[in-house]
């Protein structure tokens, strides 16, 4: 009897809407993680308070991608939205 595992990478993909400060605080630790993103761009043309997208995807470990996601995000939030 063969005990063999066959691992099978998960595969992410995630759509961020930043403000400009957190473009690059978001995106590093997404790198880190092997996680690869689009440049972030404008979707709009008139938006009040100037909003970035950024489409990241990967295919890996799910343990890494779900840290590199939770740092991104942990980049994205309450405290960040007072400045």
Wanted: glycine share 6%; aromatic share 4%.
């Amino acid at each position: 009897m063969r005990d063999d595992k066959v691992v099978i990478p998960a595969a992410m993909g995630v759509d961020f809407v930043l403000r400009a400060a957190e473009v690059n605080p978001v995106l590093h630790p997404l790198l880190v993680h092997g996680i690869e993103g689009t440049p972030a761009h404008s979707h709009m043309l008139d938006e009040d308070s100037r909003l970035f997208f950024m489409h990241v995807w990967a295919v890996d470990d799910e343990v890494r991608l779900a840290q590199g996601l939770r740092a991104s995000l942990d980049l994205v939030g309450p405290a960040s939205r007072s400045s």
